[in-house]
């Protein structure tokens, strides 16, 4: 089965600087990798996604990079506020968009 | 997005006993729903994948007769936890496709608590 890692676990920037956030995936057949935050005692919620007919995707302070070859893809947050901070997964799904396998998590901190 | 509804978001239940967890989905209809499990600083994990009208498929590992898991309609799926023990005690998350959608929507999430 498919088996995403993350890095890194633990990710603390000042509020304004950049975070970068890392996944790999094992799986060839996986074409769907979106990006969940989620905050303490809540739900994953969807922040971003990327299909692998796409090598990056932005959306406001938020970016994804796909490299299909290298089965690698990441999140980058500009311009981090308070907010941001949170726990973030990233994940990946085989056959386009049901069994979501998920990273093991980054806990971010944006140090006001 | 669309919006997928869990009740209750916490429940405390005694060892021994059932407790059932509902996962609607609001303005959608779910072909597809998946239930997940969480332990506190750690990720997700799927537990059963269940489509409307059919069987659930769960994981390796995954007790089906301890976690029972129905969706019977198209809006609706309940994860009952039967015979709950301490070790049960987790965040039970779930999230609903739609037919021919391209991601999963999430719950809230249910806190269990086993005493």
């Known amino acids: 089965g498919e088996n995403v890692e993350q890095h890194p676990s633990t990710l603390s920037v000042q509020e304004g600087d950049s975070a970068v956030i890392k996944c ?17 005692g809540k739900g994953p919620q969807l922040i971003i996604d990327i299909r692998s007919n ?6 406001q302070r938020i970016a994804v990079t796909l490299n299909k070859t290298a089965k690698h893809f990441s999140l980058h947050i500009t311009e981090t506020q308070p907010e941001d901070s949170a726990v973030y997964f990233c994940a990946a799904s085989p056959g386009g968009y049901q069994k979501v396998t998920f990273g093991t998590g980054t806990k971010l901190q944006v140090i006001p | 997005g669309a919006v997928v509804s869990q009740h209750p978001s916490r429940v405390i239940c005694k060892s021994g006993t059932s407790v059932k967890i509902e ?21 997700l994990m799927l537990m059963a994948t269940s489509n409307e009208g059919s069987k659930a498929t769960y994981e390796q590992g995954v007790e089906k007769d301890k976690f029972l ?8 799926s309940t994860l009952t936890v039967t015979s709950a023990h301490p070790e049960d005690s987790s965040f039970y998350i779930c999230s609903a496709s ?16 086993v005493v």
């Open chain 1, 54 to 59: 796409v090598g990056e995707k932005k959306d």
């Open chain 2, 98 to 113: 739609a037919r021919g959608g391209t991601e999963a929507f999430f719950g809230q999430g249910t806190r269990l608590t």
């Open chain 2, 23 to 43: 996962c609607r989905s609001l303005d959608f209809q779910a072909t597809t729903m998946f239930w997940y499990r969480q332990f506190p600083k750690q990720s």
């Open chain 2, 69 to 76: 898991i129905n969706h019977a309609s198209l809006t609706l």
């Open chain 1, 24 to 40: 790999t995936y094992s799986d060839s057949a996986s074409n769907y990798f979106p990006w969940y935050k989620q905050e303490l």
